[in-house]
């Protein structure tokens, strides 16, 4: 997944530098394309780091989102059985469209 959005990244970038090259870049030293590069290439890797962190916080909170939608229906289970009204139906209807949902 980080691969594709590096490719797509790579090449918006090269695509906006080659369509601003003419323009932009005209009359530049070697030195200073190469610090360019090296300036392009870091900010590549930091996106790239952001990317990964934030792939890794939305795993964290889709487990967490299922911990707590588990800890809620067990709850509900559990005050439906005090309050003597515990119908296997609905609990199982529930369950099910619960493991569903975070599917």
């Not at 487990?63 to 559990?78: C, G, N, P, S, V």
Request: glycine share 4%; proline share 1%.
């Amino acid at each position: 997944m980080l691969k594709i959005y590096h490719r797509i990244i790579v090449s918006t970038i090269l695509k906006k530098e080659v369509r601003l090259l003419p323009n932009r870049y005209e009359g530049w030293t070697s030195k200073e394309v190469q610090n360019r590069m090296l300036h392009l290439e870091g900010k590549i890797e930091e996106v790239q780091r952001k990317l990964q962190r934030l792939s890794d916080e939305n795993k964290k909170m889709k487990q967490d989102l299922k911990f707590f939608e588990m800890l809620l229906l067990e709850e509900y289970h559990l005050l439906l059985q005090l309050l003597g009204k515990d119908q296997g139906g609905y609990w199982m209807k529930i369950h099910c469209i619960s493991n569903q949902s975070v599917e």
